[in-house]
C-alpha cells in the first residue's frame, strides 16, 4: 500500500502578510449633512492541504461513457471542511462538461452513488489540463478518518465528443466506475487524477444539509457556522478622510467596531474621499496592529430640499429581528418594496443575522400579488462575513429605475446564510423553492431598498424601438439631442401640448 501524499498550497496569499485591509468601501453621496459609509471585513490566508494518491505520471485515462461516473475515496487524517476539487482531464470541446458530487462511504471503502451529499451538484466545462472546482459553499466537514467519495459523472456522448480524466497505472484500491449502463460498480486498475482540497482547522465547521427552510427565534439561535474565507480578528476600525482622493493626506475622522461609519462633521456640496483601516488582533495573524489601506470610496453630501435629491428606504420590518431564516443553496426569500414615484435605485440592504453566502436578486411583481419575472440577477454570490445590515451597492453596478412595485430577494448560496425577519400581519413576503414561490403573509424579511427621488432629472425606461415619454419640464427647441443623446440617427421628435387648441402640436 502506498503512503498518502500531502501538499500544501497556500489560497488567496502566496506572502506572509500580518495584516489585511477592509475590502469594498462605499460611500453614499447625496444625504444631507452626513456621509455614510459601509464596507466588508478583511480576510486572512487559508491553507488549505491537498489529499491525493495518484503519482501524477498517467499512463491510463478513464473508460466512462455518458451517465457513467468516476470517483475516488479519501480518508482525512483530522477533522476538516471539504472546499475544492482538483482533477487532470483532457478534453478539446469547449461546450463539453460533467458534474461533481461527493458521496459518502458505504462501509466498505466504496461509494453509496444513492446518497449524495451535494442537493445541488456542481456542472463545470472540462479544460484540457489540472483544474480546480470550488465546492465551499456547500459546508461539507468530515470527521477524522471518515471517508468520503469524490465523483465525476460524464454527460456528453464519448464516442461523439472524445474526452477523458487521466489516470495512473498503479491502484491503491481507492479509484471506481460506477456504469451506467449496466448499474454496476467497477474498480479501476490505477488511480484517477482526481484530488480533494481541504482545510484541516476547521473544526468549528458542522457538517448539515438540510433541505426544509429553518426558521429560529431570536432566543434560539443555530450553533453552526459558515466556512468561505475566514475573516479576521479585527479590534476596530479606523476612518480616513480627506478632500482629494490621496491616502498620505488624510487625516482620521473616526472609528467603529462595526462594518459603517456615518460621517457627520461634513459640508452640503463638497466632494470627500475616504479610506479605512482595520486595526487586528493577534486572531490568524503573526502579529497585532494597522492594517494597509483599503480603497479610496468618494461621496458629496447634499441638502435634498435644495432641489438636489431625496432618498428614501423602502421597508416593511420595524429594525428589530425576531429571528431568523435559512435555507439550502439555491432556494431564498423576497420582499415586496413599493417605490413613491419614479426613482433610481441606490442600494439593497440585507439584515444578516447568520453569516454565510447569499444572491441578491429583484423580481417584478406581476398584478401587485406575486413575482412574476426575473429582473436583475447578480453575476455571483455574495459572503456576507459579519451579523448586521449588509449593503449591496446597485448604482455603482448599474443604473436602475424602477416606478413599480417589485420584490427584492436574497437567494442563499449556502447552508448557513441567516436572513432577519418580523413578524406581523399584513406583511408582503415570499419564499422561492425550486423555482416556485409562496406568499407568506404573516412575515416580514428583513430585506430593503434604498431609492434617490432626484428633483431635477426625470427617469425614463427607453427600450428598443419607439418611445412615448413625458417630460415634467419644457424643454427648449434645440435641447432634445441633448436630453435624448442616445437617439437613432441623432434625432427626436418632440410634441408639445397646446393648451388653446386643447391639443398636441408636433
Known amino acids: 500500500m502506498r503512503k498518502l501524499n500531502i501538499f500544501l498550497i497556500v489560497i488567496f496569499c502566496s506572502l506572509i502578510i500580518a495584516q489585511n485591509p477592509p475590502r469594498e468601501l462605499t460611500a453614499i453621496s447625496n444625504l444631507n449633512a ?24 498517467g499512463g491510463l485515462v478513464d473508460s466512462a461513457q455518458a451517465g457513467d461516473i468516476i470517483s475516488v475515496r479519501f480518508t482525512p487524517t483530522h477533522r476538516c471542511s471539504l472546499m475544492a476539487v482538483k482533477f487532470n482531464a483532457w478534453n478539446p470541446w ?93 474498480s479501476f486498475p490505477g488511480d484517477y487524477h482526481i484530488r480533494a482540497l481541504v482545510f484541516y482547522l476547521g473544526s468549528r465547521f458542522l457538517r448539515e444539509l438540510p433541505s426544509e427552510k429553518r426558521v429560529f427565534t431570536a432566543e434560539s439561535p443555530p450553533t453552526e457556522e ?25 487625516s482620521i475622522v473616526g472609528s467603529s467596531t462595526d462594518t459603517s461609519f456615518t460621517d457627520l462633521a461634513v459640508t452640503n456640496d463638497k466632494p470627500y474621499y475616504y479610506a479605512v483601516k482595520a486595526y487586528h488582533d493577534t486572531t490568524g495573524h503573526d502579529l497585532p496592529g494597522y492594517s494597509c489601506f483599503s480603497n479610496i470610496a468618494y461621496a458629496v453630501p447634499r441638502d435634498s430640499a435644495s432641489g438636489y435629491t431625496n432618498m428614501d428606504t423602502l421597508k416593511n420590518d420595524d429594525g428589530i429581528p425576531e ?10 426569500f423576497g420582499a415586496a418594496l413599493y417605490p413613491d414615484g419614479v426613482g433610481k435605485l441606490q442600494a439593497l ?3 444578516v443575522n447568520r453569516t454565510g453566502q447569499f444572491k441578491p436578486q429583484i423580481w417584478t411583481l406581476g398584478d401587485d400579488t406575486m413575482p412574476e419575472l426575473l429582473w436583475i440577477d447578480w453575476p455571483a454570490m455574495l459572503s456576507a462575513t459579519s451579523t448586521g445590515w449588509r449593503s449591496v451597492n446597485v448604482s455603482s453596478w448599474r443604473t436602475i429605475v424602477v416606478d ?13 446564510f441567516g436572513l432577519g425577519f418580523d413578524a406581523g400581519v399584513g406583511k408582503r413576503a415570499f419564499d422561492y423553492s425550486g423555482g416556485t414561490w409562496t406568499n407568506i403573509a404573516d412575515t416580514a424579511y428583513m430585506i430593503r431598498a434604498v431609492i434617490v427621488y432626484n428633483m431635477n432629472t426625470a427617469y425614463f425606461h427607453l427600450r428598443r424601438g419607439w418611445n412615448l415619454v413625458s417630460t415634467p419640464v419644457y424643454l427648449p427647441n434645440d435641447s432634445i439631442i441633448n436630453v435624448f443623446p442616445t437617439s437613432a440617427d441623432s ?13 398636441f402640436i408636433y
Open 34 to 57: 452626513r456621509v455614510q459609509l459601509f464596507w466588508r471585513p478583511p480576510l486572512i490566508r487559508v491553507i488549505l492541504t491537498e489529499l491525493f494518491y495518484d503519482d501524477g505520471t
Open 94 to 186: 469547449p461546450w463539453v462538461k460533467v458534474v461533481i458530487n461527493v458521496y459518502p462511504d458505504n462501509g466498505y471503502g466504496t461509494p453509496n452513488y444513492f446518497s449524495p451529499l451535494l442537493s445541488h451538484p456542481e456542472t463545470t466545462v472540462l479544460v484540457t489540463g489540472w483544474q480546480v472546482v470550488d465546492l465551499s459553499a456547500h459546508g461539507l466537514a468530515f470527521s477524522d478518518s471518515e471517508e468520503f467519495h469524490i465523483g465525476i459523472k460524464k454527460i456528453a456522448p464519448v464516442d461523439s465528443y472524445p474526452h477523458f480524466v487521466f489516470a495512473d497505472t498503479t491502484p491503491t484500491g481507492r479509484s471506481w466506475m460506477y456504469n451506467h449502463a449496466t448499474f454496476s460498480l467497477d
Open 226 to 250: 459558515a466556512y468561505f474565507m475566514l475573516p479576521t480578528g479585527v479590534d476596530h476600525y479606523v476612518v480616513y478622510r480627506d478632500t482629494v482622493p490621496d491616502t498620505t493626506s488624510m
Open 323 to 332: 429571528g431568523l431564516v435559512s435555507w439550502s443553496i439555491y432556494n431564498g
Open 349 to 351: 440592504l440585507f439584515r
Open 404 to 416: 413599480k412595485p417589485f420584490v427584492a430577494t436574497a437567494i442563499c448560496g449556502d447552508m448557513y
Open 491 to 503: 434625432f427626436a421628435y418632440r410634441w408639445v401640448y397646446d393648451e388653446e387648441s386643447g391639443g
